[in-house]
């Protein structure tokens, strides 16, 4: 099982809330070394006839996962010496480039004279770990990168809840009444780090009467119902109430990936 780059992390994070990431072709690598989500510690292959593999064709995310679909087929390795494989890596470029995700094999192979790497149908899988993305936006994201099918970038509303959406982005805990009503915004720092934040004051209307106990918060892609997108805690539950001035400050919105 593998997972994103701390890379894509941030080019995601930006393409939902507002930079757009263009679907990249897909490379496939091999590593002697775990490559760590910076990609810091890649190590591939050193025979002579290496290269990564360009790879198009994907299972469509469920479960916020994907795999390869059909057969990855690394050149045959033809001289002398032997590398013992324990990783892959999946790259933007057939080299250099960025990493975007990676990941490591159940079983490392060795690799010797006239072996041909291959990497079988459904074998390499890629995950968006659980927490704070919901599963609708990890698998239309896996869908953006690896099949080709674009998430066109929402509008960005704020929500409040009395009730953790969780990856399953259930809305129930909702303020209804009293002049609560979600809250657009579209300014938001550049990602870095897994993480970005709110670029400006967040305001919610002037509460009419008690919204409950707010425990939580949710980005969400319409004024009402729609999708949940990401979620999190309060740092300090709040219960707004008649005249309450309700906003997050420039940069007191975090948003962070793991």
């Known amino acids: 099982m593998g997972s994103i780059s701390d890379y894509l992390e941030n080019e995601l ?8 990431y263009t679907q990249p072709t897909i ?5 002697t070394a775990d490559p760590l989500d910076t990609g810091a510690g890649d190590a591939e292959p050193t025979y002579t006839a290496y290269a990564r593999v360009a790879h ?5 995310p469920a479960s916020r996962a994907t795999e390869n679909t059909g057969t990855i087929t690394f050149p045959q390795k033809v001289d002398g010496g032997s590398e013992n494989i ?3 890596t999946i790259y933007d470029a057939a080299s250099a480039g960025n990493m975007l995700g990676h990941g490591s094999f159940t079983t490392p192979k060795t690799i010797v004279v006239n072996n041909t790497p291959t990497i079988a149908d459904g074998e390499l899988d ?7 993305f919901t599963t609708y936006l990890a698998n239309a994201l896996l869908d953006h990168i690896f099949e080709g099918t674009p998430y066109t970038q929402p509008t960005i509303y704020i929500a ?23 809250v657009a ?17 967040i305001s919610f209307p002037t509460p009419s009467g008690s919204w ?4 939580y918060h949710f980005l969400a892609d319409a004024s009402s119902a729609g999708n949940a997108l990401l979620y999190g805690g309060l740092d300090t539950s709040q219960t707004p109430d008649d005249g309450d001035t309700v906003q997050y400050i420039d940069g007191a919105f975090d948003v962070t990936l793991d």
């Open 13 to 20: 994070l930006d393409h939902v809330l507002g930079t757009s």
């Open 27 to 31: 490379y496939v690598g091999l590593s």
């Open 56 to 60: 198009a064709a994907w299972d469509t």
């Open 86 to 88: 324990t990783h892959f």
């Open 126 to 132: 890629v995950s968006v770990t659980s927490g704070g």
């Open 160 to 182: 409040l809840t009395t009730t953790d959406p969780t990856d399953s982005g259930t809305q129930t805990g909702e303020p209804s009444g009293s002049n609560y009503g979600r």
């Open 185 to 201: 915004h579209s300014a938001w720092d550049a990602a870095s780090g897994g993480a970005t934040e709110n670029t400006g004051t």
């Open 212 to 215: 409950g106990l707010c425990a």
